[in-house]
């Protein structure tokens, strides 16, 4: 087609602003007709991503690439002509034009202002220093994240959800943060003094100071930021300063277009602004006297505006409920509506448990709720909500107001909700049109739904109605298991191993006390351990207290106290002289049982702690891991050596196996088999890893289980020689020690992630990704022995030493 | 009533940071935790399955039995989890003096303390050898 005579037959629709109010109503506008020659101007160098998630990614939950909302081939596929890292300088609006900072003039026929807004600094003195930020977009997230280390000492001028939200992302980062705030509680906007209390306890809870009532009135330092200076003479040191005191509408644009504007762009209910052919959408305009900066009013704006510019006018815009969640994992709060009690004929409904940290307040009016304040419980807030968008007559259930009736799905009672009920807030998605899509598009996961409804993309919060609208309605439901290790240390493995890499920690305290809650447990701390060593290759700091007894006395604790030893015999190939000796120490030291395990090992049962040194000192053989989620054995048949159906030596491979892996901890124990046909004696298609000998070649299998589970082991490759054998097994063993949750064993782990991606990310990836593979096993290998020598070099003194009282005791 | 006697049970620097390390002390066996900031004495039993808590993981004030996971408040003895359990383990007072922990230990027959474990329990998995 020849685009000449493309755009003379289209309207030509400019949009300065590629953000979500702006990329929102576009996505609706071509959902109306295609008729516009689209073409947007962005300031940032970004495609259009989730601003709201910004938090997150600071606080290392969420990548760059996940917060992404229209790539790339979004816009191409639209045909929209997209120019990033331009600024819309002048519009003359009676030529129809804009231009930019780049010296471009554009034509438009129809103009889009969605400028957003920024943030708003206050008068302080000094201000522009370096180490003073502000927190809006992603290149300001990349500078504090270049900035933020542990240690580092960090105010943060502004406690309202933004404020509040950078400074856990930099707590999380390691820094000493001061949350400054202007008010008398935090998040007056949103909560009660009440309320603000309750969440100024979970901010210093999680280690952030909280100063109230505080007015900086100058950044101190020279050149570079030293302190914050309070108006009335106090000074607080800092070394990184973000400025989160609100925001203010882009509105010089309007201006210069000649626009009607007051605190914003003043728009009418069509979203129409006081020239025909220029519009504006988002935290820019100003609609009935107020100014958005949530997300939700922008993109019901954008629903409006997308039917009056496509010329089907009708739709209204009539305001929106405010509501507001802040996005700190562990901390919940949630503010919708009215929350001001002071109105006359409103009444208050409260609830507080201090100890536990719930505070709840609704406001009602004339039998209907006006607003609510949630903290510590958030469970209820989709109802709370929906009651105040459909102005619901409640005092037939004002009884059970402040706790309504849970579903009998526990809560969140997704079959209860009428079709037309909104279940995502942000993007104004109903549980009918949820429906609709998964039957008729075939959804099965939540990326899926998210990329066909956009529900779940603003806020998130309502990503568990929307995992249980899944699961109730889709036949094929798959569930996305992103679970954090525990309430001590909120985080998914996946996350917390990045951030523990790029902040260079290596102690499970330290950890605990940047990222957790200091105190840790009996879930996290051997799974911190085991992420530290694993990461570090063996180089982490080795705290024995977080780690579970047989970990701290390498054996197998009973359950009378006692310990079981269970010595390394390489793929159950032993010889007389040991086999002697193992009787011998039986017999020294009294072993209650002595037994043959179903891993070709010998188990010596019920020995005292206080005998395990010697025991392994008269064994004279090396720890079998048997107490440990670390490499158990492998199993093995007699293969070519004396089996005459063998066709592989599985015996010296299954050795050689071991020998490579042993002394290693893994997320879960790893057993292992190496049969010399495929009669399987061995049973290694069962196994973690198999090595599975035939004619001329090997198969390698890899989670395989015969436990509380029975999985036969999917194939990885099949290779010619057994060193080729040996190497897909390591590389399969090092990439599941990194990217496997802790306890999940392989069985689960290659089930999650599909054996097509597992055999992708080891023996065929690309070279430098396999040798990177095996050189961290080798790393790690180098730093890892036999645990059974801490019986000549004790991690402590008393690791196995029972001790006595210092005086006599006479009873 | 039984006498109690303050008993120099151990050295400070035998019992590792957020750990416990069980002692003898007459008929008893006690378990001596190093919270960093205090020390804390415990039966060294398990009021579930008779597990030897000083071999627990250390969870702030509580530690984790190694046996089942019942969770116990080391301060007060009381059993955290499960939580539907009211039973207990008997404590002991500890200080320390010249860089000696004294536990306070009665010198007569072991205290009953609070009610028993219930029979049926939802016990972790085992971590089986092999």
Same mark, same amino acid.
């Given at each position: 087609?020849?685009?000449?005579?493309?755009?003379? @037959?289209?309207?030509?629709?400019?949009?300065?602003? +590629?953000?979500?109010?702006?990329?929102?109503?576009?996505?609706?506008?071509?959902?109306?007709?295609?008729?516009?020659?689209?073409?947007?101007?962005?300031?940032?160098?970004?495609?259009?991503?989730?601003?709201?998630?910004?938090?997150?990614?600071?606080?290392?939950?969420?990548?760059?690439?996940?917060?992404?909302?229209?790539?790339?081939?979004?816009? /191409?596929?639209?045909?929209?002509?997209?120019?990033?890292?331009?600024?819309?300088?002048?519009?003359? *609006?009676?030529?129809?034009?804009?231009?930019?900072?780049?010296?471009?003039?554009?034509?438009?026929?129809?103009?889009?202002?969605?400028?957003?807004?920024?943030?708003?600094?206050?008068?302080?003195?000094?201000?522009?220093?370096?180490?003073?930020?502000?927190?809006? +977009?992603?290149?300001?997230?990349?500078?504090?994240?270049?900035?933020? @280390?542990?240690?580092?000492?960090?105010?943060?001028?502004?406690?309202?959800?933004?404020?509040?939200?950078?400074?856990?992302?930099?707590?999380?980062?390691?820094?000493?943060?001061?949350?400054?705030?202007?008010?008398?509680?935090?998040?007056?906007?949103?909560?009660?003094? *009440?309320?603000?209390?309750?969440?100024?306890?979970?901010?210093?809870?999680?280690?952030?100071?909280?100063?109230?009532?505080?007015?900086?009135?100058?950044?101190?330092?020279?050149?570079?930021?030293?302190?914050?200076?309070?108006?009335?003479?106090?000074?607080?040191?800092?070394?990184?300063?973000?400025?989160?005191?609100?925001?203010?509408?882009?509105?010089?644009?309007?201006?210069?277009?000649?626009?009607?504007?007051?605190?914003?762009?003043?728009?009418?209910?069509?979203?129409?602004?006081?020239?025909?052919?220029?519009?504006?959408? &988002?935290?820019?305009?100003?609609?009935?006297?107020?100014?958005?900066? !949530?997300?939700?009013?922008?993109?019901?704006?954008?629903?409006?505006?997308?039917?009056?510019?496509?010329?089907?006018?009708?739709?209204?815009?009539?305001?929106?409920?405010?509501?507001?969640?802040?996005?700190?994992?562990?901390?919940?709060?949630?503010?919708?509506?009215?929350?001001?009690?002071?109105?006359?004929?409103?009444?208050?409904?409260?609830?507080?448990?201090?100890?536990?940290?719930?505070?709840?307040?609704?406001?009602?009016?004339?039998? @209907?709720?006006?607003?609510?304040?949630?903290?510590?419980?958030?469970?209820?807030?989709?109802?709370?909500?929906?009651?105040?968008?459909?102005?619901?007559?409640?005092?037939?259930?004002?009884?059970?107001?402040?706790?309504?009736?849970?579903?009998?799905?526990?809560?969140?009672?997704?079959?209860?909700?009428?079709?037309?009920?909104?279940?995502?807030?942000?993007?104004?998605?109903?549980?009918?049109?949820?429906?609709?899509?998964?039957?008729?598009?075939?959804?099965?996961?939540?990326?899926?739904?998210? /990329?066909?409804?956009?529900?779940?993309?603003?806020?998130?919060?309502?990503?568990?109605?929307?995992?249980?609208?899944?699961?109730?309605?889709?036949?094929?439901?798959?569930?996305?298991?992103?679970?954090?290790?525990?309430?001590?240390?909120?985080?998914?493995?996946?996350?917390?191993?990045?951030?523990?890499?790029?902040?260079?920690?290596?102690?499970?305290?330290?950890?605990?006390?940047?990222?957790?809650?200091?105190?840790?447990?009996?879930?996290?701390?051997?799974?911190?351990?085991?992420?530290?060593?694993?990461?570090?290759?063996?180089?982490?700091?080795?705290?024995?207290?977080?780690?579970?007894?047989?970990?701290?006395?390498?054996?197998?604790?009973?359950?009378?106290?006692?310990?079981?030893?269970?010595?390394?015999?390489?793929?159950?190939?032993?010889?007389?002289?040991?086999?002697?000796?193992?009787?011998?120490?039986?017999?020294?030291?009294?072993?209650?049982?002595?037994?043959?395990?179903?891993?070709?090992?010998?188990?010596?049962?019920?020995?005292?702690?206080?005998?395990?040194?010697?025991?392994?000192?008269?064994?004279?053989?090396?720890?079998?891991?048997?107490?440990?989620?670390?490499?158990?054995?492998?199993?093995?048949?007699?293969?070519?050596?004396?089996?005459?159906?063998?066709?592989?030596?599985?015996?010296?491979?299954?050795?050689?196996?071991?020998?490579?892996?042993?002394?290693?901890?893994?997320?879960?124990?790893?057993?292992?088999?190496?049969?010399?046909?495929?009669?399987?004696?061995?049973?290694?298609?069962?196994?973690?890893?198999?090595?599975?000998?035939?004619?001329?070649?090997?198969?390698?299998?890899?989670?395989?289980?015969?436990?509380?589970?029975?999985?036969?082991?999917?194939?990885?490759?099949?290779?010619?020689?057994?060193? =080729?054998?040996?190497?897909?097994?390591?590389?399969?063993?090092?990439?599941?020690?990194? +990217?496997?949750?802790?306890?999940?064993?392989?069985?689960?782990?290659?089930?999650?992630?599909?054996? /097509?991606?597992?055999?992708? =990310?080891?023996?065929?990836?690309?070279?430098?990704?396999?040798?990177?593979?095996?050189?961290?096993?080798?790393?790690?290998?180098? !730093?890892?022995?036999?645990?059974?020598? =801490?019986?000549?070099?004790?991690?402590?003194?008393?690791?196995?030493?029972?001790?006595?009282?210092?005086?006599?005791?006479?009873? | 009533?039984?006498?109690?006697?303050?008993?120099?049970?151990?050295?400070?620097?035998?019992?590792?940071?957020?750990?416990?390390?069980?002692?003898?002390?007459?008929?008893?066996?006690?378990?001596?935790?190093?919270?960093?900031?205090?020390?804390?004495?415990?039966?060294?039993?398990?009021?579930?399955?008779?597990?030897?808590?000083?071999?627990?993981?250390?969870?702030?004030?509580?530690?984790?039995?190694?046996?089942?996971?019942?969770?116990?408040?080391? /301060?007060?003895?009381?059993?955290?989890?499960? *939580?539907?359990?009211?039973?207990?383990?008997?404590?002991?007072?500890?200080?320390?003096?010249?860089?000696?922990?004294?536990?306070?230990?009665?010198? &007569?027959?072991?205290?009953?303390?609070?009610?028993?474990?219930?029979?049926?329990?939802?016990?972790?998995?085992?971590?089986?050898?092999?």
């Amino acid at each position: 087609m020849n685009p000449l005579e493309n755009t003379s @037959r289209q309207e030509k629709l400019v949009v300065v602003g +590629n953000g979500m109010a702006g990329i929102a109503c576009v996505e609706q506008i071509l959902r109306h007709s295609p008729k516009f020659d689209i073409t947007i101007f962005g300031n940032e160098t970004y495609v259009n991503y989730n601003r709201i998630m910004l938090s997150a990614v600071l606080a290392g939950e969420k990548s760059i690439d996940d917060i992404i909302l229209n790539g790339l081939d979004w816009y /191409e596929q639209n045909h929209i002509d997209l120019r990033l890292g331009v600024r819309i300088t002048d519009v003359d *609006a009676a030529a129809k034009t804009i231009t930019g900072d780049d010296g471009s003039v554009t034509h438009f026929d129809k103009l889009l202002l969605a400028t957003g807004s920024q943030p708003l600094i206050p008068s302080i003195d000094d201000v522009k220093k370096d180490g003073v930020f502000v927190f809006r +977009n992603l290149d300001d997230t990349r500078s504090l994240l270049e900035r933020a @280390r542990p240690g580092l000492k960090a105010v943060v001028i502004g406690g309202g959800l933004l404020g509040l939200e950078a400074a856990r992302g930099l707590q999380v980062r390691g820094c000493e943060v001061t949350v400054v705030h202007l008010m008398d509680w935090l998040m007056e906007r949103q909560l009660d003094s *009440a309320g603000g209390g309750y969440l100024a306890a979970e901010m210093n809870r999680m280690g952030i100071t909280v100063l109230l009532g505080l007015s900086t009135s100058a950044i101190l330092g020279n050149g570079k930021v030293e302190g914050v200076q309070f108006k009335g003479g106090g000074t607080l040191p800092a070394e990184l300063v973000v400025i989160a005191a609100g925001i203010r509408p882009n509105v010089d644009l309007g201006h210069k277009a000649g626009l009607e504007v007051k605190r914003g762009i003043v728009v009418n209910d069509y979203m129409e602004t006081s020239n025909p052919d220029i519009f504006a959408v &988002g935290e820019c305009v100003q609609h009935n006297g107020i100014c958005y900066g !949530l997300i939700a009013p922008l993109l019901e704006q954008g629903k409006v505006l997308a039917a009056t510019i496509t010329g089907n006018k009708g739709l209204k815009y009539q305001g929106t409920v405010p509501a507001a969640k802040l996005k700190i994992m562990g901390v919940d709060v949630f503010s919708a509506g009215e929350i001001n009690d002071k109105i006359d004929g409103s009444e208050v409904i409260r609830y507080e448990d201090p100890t536990l940290g719930v505070y709840k307040k609704l406001t009602l009016k004339d039998g @209907r709720l006006a607003g609510a304040i949630l903290m510590g419980d958030t469970a209820d807030s989709h109802r709370y909500m929906d009651w105040l968008r459909s102005a619901t007559d409640i005092t037939k259930i004002r009884k059970q107001l402040l706790f309504p009736d849970a579903g009998e799905d526990g809560g969140l009672d997704v079959a209860q909700m009428a079709d037309g009920d909104t279940v995502c807030g942000c993007m104004g998605v109903s549980k009918g049109t949820i429906i609709n899509a998964i039957h008729e598009k075939g959804l099965c996961t939540m990326a899926q739904l998210k /990329e066909c409804t956009r529900a779940s993309t603003g806020c998130g919060s309502c990503t568990s109605l929307c995992q249980q609208l899944l699961k109730a309605v889709a036949p094929e439901f798959q569930e996305e298991t992103k679970k954090v290790i525990c309430k001590c240390v909120p985080f998914a493995e996946d996350n917390l191993r990045e951030i523990l890499r790029s902040q260079n920690l290596k102690s499970v305290q330290e950890v605990l006390e940047i990222y957790g809650n200091s105190q840790g447990c009996e879930v996290c701390k051997p799974a911190l351990s085991y992420m530290l060593d694993m990461l570090w290759c063996g180089g982490h700091q080795e705290d024995r207290s977080a780690r579970f007894i047989n970990d701290r006395v390498h054996a197998n604790i009973q359950k009378d106290g006692t310990f079981s030893v269970v010595p390394r015999i390489r793929g159950g190939v032993t010889s007389p002289d040991e086999l002697r000796r193992i009787a011998d120490v039986a017999e020294k030291y009294k072993v209650p049982m002595v037994k043959i395990t179903g891993s070709q090992r010998i188990d010596l049962l019920g020995v005292k702690k206080a005998d395990l040194p010697k025991v392994w000192a008269d064994l004279g053989m090396p720890s079998g891991q048997a107490y440990t989620k670390g490499v158990r054995m492998v199993k093995t048949c007699v293969g070519t050596e004396f089996c005459r159906y063998g066709v592989q030596d599985s015996t010296s491979a299954g050795v050689e196996l071991e020998r490579r892996l042993e002394n290693l901890f893994t997320p879960h124990k790893v057993k292992m088999g190496a049969v010399g046909c495929p009669r399987n004696c061995a049973e290694a298609t069962v196994k973690d890893i198999g090595l599975i000998g035939q004619e001329g070649s090997w198969q390698v299998v890899v989670g395989g289980a015969a436990g509380k589970k029975v999985r036969k082991a999917d194939l990885l490759i099949t290779v010619v020689t057994t060193e =080729e054998a040996l190497t897909a097994a390591q590389l399969f063993f090092q990439y599941y020690r990194e +990217n496997a949750n802790y306890l999940e064993r392989t069985y689960d782990f290659v089930e999650r992630l599909g054996i /097509e991606k597992v055999r992708k =990310e080891t023996v065929y990836a690309t070279d430098e990704v396999r040798e990177a593979l095996l050189e961290r096993l080798r790393k790690s290998k180098a !730093l890892s022995r036999d645990a059974w020598l =801490e019986r000549d070099e004790p991690k402590h003194p008393t690791q196995f030493v029972q001790i006595e009282p210092l005086e006599r005791i006479s009873v | 009533m039984s006498t109690r006697k303050w008993i120099r049970a151990a050295r400070c620097e035998d019992i590792p940071l957020r750990e416990g390390r069980a002692v003898h002390l007459g008929s008893r066996v006690i378990a001596i935790f190093n919270l960093g900031d205090r020390f804390l004495a415990v039966a060294n039993q398990c009021p579930h399955r008779s597990g030897p808590l000083g071999d627990g993981i250390v969870s702030g004030g509580m530690v984790v039995c190694p046996l089942h996971a019942w969770k116990v408040d080391l /301060e007060s003895g009381q059993v955290a989890r499960p *939580a539907d359990v009211a039973s207990c383990v008997e404590t002991f007072r500890a200080r320390v003096e010249d860089g000696d922990v004294l536990v306070e230990t009665p010198l &007569g027959p072991e205290q009953e303390c609070g009610v028993s474990a219930p029979p049926s329990l939802d016990e972790r998995e085992a971590i089986c050898a092999g």
